[in-house]
């Protein structure tokens, strides 16, 4: 097996041309000095040195002598890299549903921190689904996830409840809206969600609702679109990859969206809070109790300052 000490040895000596001078530079004799250096040229299938009238590159060891030269700085950046890591202490890995808001993910992220954590916060954002399997899996330490959820074990604080906003087409109505499900809407081109009449046979144009796809959350997702039908109608979705491609759909007048997040809009764009029905984004700290201790020493205390964070956004 080709080995670290094997390829400071091919650098030493092509640096010294001195077998006694190369073996005083790694620390050895020259006996295994020279046989490191046959071990090393039958790993390879190549002479790397000329040895009848001193000790000179062949062709060959010139060819790879950079790419051992390169192989060492990678391996001393390694250790480098490690040391550092070591040095600074544990790390916690947290991960966020992409659906929570940009400034409070980034208060979350920073809550036990400014709790006198020492840890390294290293965040990732992920669907929920993905997320509850990294956390399983001990490849992340935390997570903010949608609720409802299944769990699989997972240990789980307190659901938080995020306001929403519902964003629309500029002089339309929204899912459930100010006309209601069962009223015509305001103006004859308004738009609602779900369907293709209002009520007493009254035209009017609904707007599919633009939903992340299902299989990031499919208990969420279900309880969301059940809450939208929850008065008797159909309601229509479009799935769109996040809430910026949600927006664009709203703006080109095609979808309505629902966001937690008030920083969320664009030029031809009305926003109201969701209160009719109440749509608020539920979120909830997940953790393994079965792996606590490696990188969190009370996961359930660090959980309950994030639900802290969480719960701070909540009442803004």
Do not use: C
């Not at 109505?173 to 069962?182: C, I, Q």
Request: net charge neutral; charged share 25%; no cysteine.
């Amino acid at each position: 097996m080709l080995t670290e000490r094997h390829l400071e040895i091919f650098v030493a000596l092509a640096e010294e041309e001195h077998f006694g001078a190369a073996a005083q530079r790694v620390g050895i004799t020259q006996p295994p000095l020279s046989q490191g250096l046959r071990r090393l040229e039958a790993l390879l299938g190549v002479r790397l040195f000329e040895r009848e009238r001193g000790v000179f590159l062949t062709e060959e060891g010139a060819l790879l002598l950079p790419h051992a030269r390169r192989a060492l700085a990678a391996l001393a950046e390694l250790r480098e890299t490690g040391a550092r890591e070591h040095a600074d202490g544990r790390r916690l890995r947290l991960g966020l549903a992409p659906e929570v808001p940009a400034p409070l993910a980034a208060d979350v992220a920073a809550a036990p921190v400014r709790a006198g954590d020492r840890a390294r916060i290293s965040t990732v954002t992920a669907p929920t689904a993905s997320l509850l399997s990294d956390v399983a899996s001990g490849r992340l330490d935390l997570a903010v996830v949608r609720h409802p959820s299944v769990l699989h074990g997972l240990a789980a604080g307190q659901v938080v409840l995020l306001p929403t906003w519902i964003l629309t087409p500029a002089g339309s109505a929204t899912p459930a809206g100010p006309a209601g499900p069962d009223r015509p809407a305001d103006s004859g081109g308004a738009a609602e969600v779900g369907g293709a009449a209002g009520a007493g046979g009254a035209a009017v144009r609904r707007l599919p609702v633009a939903v992340r796809p299902r299989r990031e959350a499919p208990a969420a997702h279900d309880l969301f679109v059940d809450t939208l039908a929850s008065r008797g109608r159909r309601v229509e979705t479009v799935v769109v990859a996040d809430e910026r491609a949600g927006l664009a759909l709203v703006a080109a007048g095609q979808a309505v969206l629902v966001t937690a997040d008030e920083t969320l809009t664009a030029s031809r764009v009305e926003r109201r809070r969701a209160t009719d029905p109440p749509l608020p984004l539920r979120l909830r700290v997940v953790w393994n109790p079965r792996r606590s201790g490696a990188a969190s020493e009370d996961p359930a205390a660090t959980a309950r300052l994030l639900e802290n964070a969480l719960a701070e956004g909540a009442a803004r």
